[in-house]
């Protein structure tokens, strides 16, 4: 069944925690008056029903867990990066990045996910029944029940990142103060992610495979990666933050003061080796049938060519992925249906957002060799062509510089085109107006500007209008070979002939050398400005670097940073030392030498980039010297903001007094049980 007709999501931003708003969980309906059980009577009418949690759960932004929103005035998915080292946009999140902004909520976070829990916990029991009365039977009954258990999973998992130790409910519970407060015991979150990989491991065994629905529905490839994600995060989770009391066992883990959790121990080191194990497993199932779409190392289209010039980056920009392997999973979009976004022409023009210099710099020469590494081969920053130049081919296909085509129509007027009709100073001219434009909505702040998702077929992109068709892929298996790699390391401290085989598989189409035992020898992690150096306060080792390095260079604008830089604890260095995302080199390369009029950067309200004195690099938000401006000096980072804190109605629901002493749910970690109150540390 094709999911091309469901409607987009409208979840945006890192602050939309909620799926459902509820009042109460004793003011909900029981879920058989919203869904009466006669609705499945057929296989049907339980995949139209799960039908409309495909955007729900599969292509709205939460916390780097699952990020493919596609929609709305805005770069889309381009941007789900954001609020990283890599990427930034906007005015910049004070929420996240400056002090007492993010507050503890006094109504519920948590309990507005569990609707979603009890939801599928009672499409499971109908679909579990009529299949053993035999009312649903079939292959199809069976693959929407895995659905179903990959929903679930899904769900929880969101939750865990999010939240970390959680209840585990399975059914829907009766309507009944007690039984509510008895199930909002909050489980240690190792056992929640083994509950999580339980649950795929059931919608494995049940799913279809990617080629009975090209791709266009859950199957059993996509959950294989999802659990090799899960078990991944949770994995290096654990192994990073233990001992900071956001990991069951630790000293000052707040769950040991609950009765409920009475006798319970804890053995870190051997969850971290299950974890890694499952991430393994599920990732070389996946990576060793992974078709990769191929790189013929063409690196921009010629006049006329609309599509088809380079599969790997059309894989990111054609409207049907189907007949494309490496997507395990993806949305189609309508221009007849209405259902269409945003996201090529505003990559195009830009949307207030950009690469940072940290992110840029990461990329690796095509000989293997960081850029500061001698015989490198690096051209330098003076302009944005040299800063390419004979770079990994990700960073070539996915960022625009002075001489990227920008329309391969012949009719378009020449200034328009990129490198085939203009001139050095025309070049330098447009990049420059795109930097200092007056039209903040559409300036770019880096002068690093994001290529990933444009399309050729202009008939997509004219006038500012929604009219972008190119597909969201969801799931590629070039993750899976990332995972694996990662898992691999982490686990035995050395990469096997599988990890080895699948990083030479990625640099190859990368058009980097496969020696990645040369870029090991050359780096010098004192150079590195990627947040992936660190986990907590100390580098990790040189080879895992660059296993990160890969993953983000193959991965960026996909969703997973910020969960990677979570997980790996790799925002700490922000506790004592502020960081202050910088672009490209404005003042001290040759963009600025040709725009006609003066430049404002004198730190008004009326400025338009930051000043020279500050840096010969772009600050986007330095642009405004204003005591108002809490991003100024750039960004903190509090320990508290590992996890989200809960809600002070989740509290008192979850005590059979509605008192915050009596409840079954604690506070997390460095937040307080005031509403309106701010991070402690």
């Not at 992974?290 to 010039?309: C, R």
């Not at 420059?432 to 444009?454: A, D, F, S, V």
Request: charged share 20%.
């Amino acid at each position: 069944m094709n999911i091309k007709n469901m409607c987009v999501s409208t979840f945006m931003g890192f602050a939309a925690l909620a799926m459902t708003s509820c009042n109460d969980a004793l003011d909900l309906e029981p879920v058989s008056q919203i869904t009466p059980p006669s609705y499945y009577a057929n296989a049907d009418q339980l995949a139209s029903y799960l039908n409309q949690y495909y955007d729900a759960y599969l292509y709205a932004p939460y916390s780097g867990t699952m990020t493919h929103y596609w929609g709305g005035w805005n770069e889309g998915k381009a941007a789900s990066d954001t609020n990283t080292d890599i990427y930034v946009n906007g005015g910049g999140n004070t929420q996240l990045f400056a002090d007492n902004h993010w507050e503890v909520p006094s109504g519920k976070q948590i309990q507005s996910y569990y609707e979603g829990i009890r939801v599928f916990n009672f499409i499971i029991g109908e679909a579990e029944k009529g299949i053993a009365s035999g009312k649903l039977s079939g292959a199809d009954a069976n693959s929407y029940l895995g659905e179903a258990y990959f929903f679930r999973a899904i769900c929880y998992f969101r939750m865990l990142a999010l939240f970390g130790d959680l209840p585990i409910v399975t059914e829907v519970l009766e309507d009944n103060n007690d039984v509510l407060v008895e199930n909002s015991k909050r489980a240690p979150r190792n056992e929640v992610a083994r509950f999580i990989l339980a649950d795929l491991d059931k919608a494995i065994g049940m799913l279809k495979s990617r080629s009975a629905y090209n791709g266009q529905r859950l199957n059993k490839e996509a959950a294989l990666l999802f659990k090799s994600r899960v078990a991944l995060f949770e994995a290096t989770f654990e192994k990073y933050h233990k001992g900071s009391g956001r990991v069951p066992g630790d000293s000052n883990w707040p769950g040991a003061k609950m009765a409920y959790n009475s006798g319970k121990s804890f053995n870190i080191d051997a969850e971290v080796k299950f974890f890694l194990q499952e991430a393994m497993s599920a990732a070389k199932q996946v990576g060793d049938v992974a078709n990769l779409a191929v790189n013929n190392h063409v690196i921009e289209p010629k006049i006329g060519t609309i599509t088809g010039w380079n599969a790997y980056f059309n894989m990111f920009s054609q409207p049907s992925l189907a007949n494309v392997d490496e997507v395990l999973l993806w949305k189609q979009y309508s221009g007849p249906l209405g259902h269409t976004h945003d996201t090529p022409y505003r990559v195009k023009v830009g949307c207030r957002s950009g690469f940072t210099k940290n992110f840029v710099e990461s990329f690796l020469m095509a000989n293997g060799l960081p850029i500061y590494a001698d015989g490198s081969g690096y051209q330098g920053d003076l302009t944005l062509d040299n800063v390419k130049k004979n770079r990994d081919e990700r960073l070539q296909l996915f960022m625009w510089s002075e001489s990227t085509i920008v329309d391969t129509d012949p009719t378009v007027a020449a200034e328009d085109l990129g490198k085939t009709f203009m001139t050095a100073e025309m070049k330098e001219k447009r990049n420059c107006e795109r930097i200092t434009t007056n039209n903040q909505e559409i300036r770019n702040i880096t002068g690093y500007q994001i290529r990933k998702y444009y399309t050729y077929d202009y008939a997509q992109t004219p006038n500012d209008q929604r009219w972008g068709t190119d597909a969201c892929p969801v799931f590629r298996t070039a993750e899976a070979l990332l995972n694996y790699m990662e898992a691999c390391y982490e686990l035995n401290g050395n990469l096997d002939a599988t990890a080895q085989g699948y990083w030479r598989q990625l640099r190859e189409r990368a058009g980097v050398s496969t020696d990645f035992q040369a870029t090991i020898a050359a780096t010098d992690l004192s150079k590195e400005g990627d947040f992936g150096v660190y986990s907590g306060t100390k580098q990790v080792d040189k080879t895992l670097y660059n296993i990160r390095r890969e993953r983000v260079n193959e991965l960026f604008a996909e969703g997973l940073r910020f969960a990677d830089l979570v997980r790996w604890r790799s925002f700490d260095n922000l506790l004592t030392k502020k960081w202050i995302p910088e672009g490209a080199n404005f003042w001290g390369g040759e963009m600025h030498l040709y725009y006609a009029e003066d430049i404002k950067a004198d730190g008004s309200a009326d400025a338009v980039v930051s000043s020279k004195s500050l840096s010969n690099y772009l600050r986007p938000y330095s642009i405004v010297q204003s005591a108002t401006n809490e991003l100024l000096n750039g960004y903190n980072w509090h320990e508290a903001y590992y996890l989200y804190p809960i809600g002070i109605s989740d509290i008192r629901t979850a005590s059979a007094d509605r008192s915050i002493e009596n409840s079954n749910l604690y506070q997390n970690l460095y937040w307080p049980t005031t509403a309106g109150g701010h991070a402690e540390k």
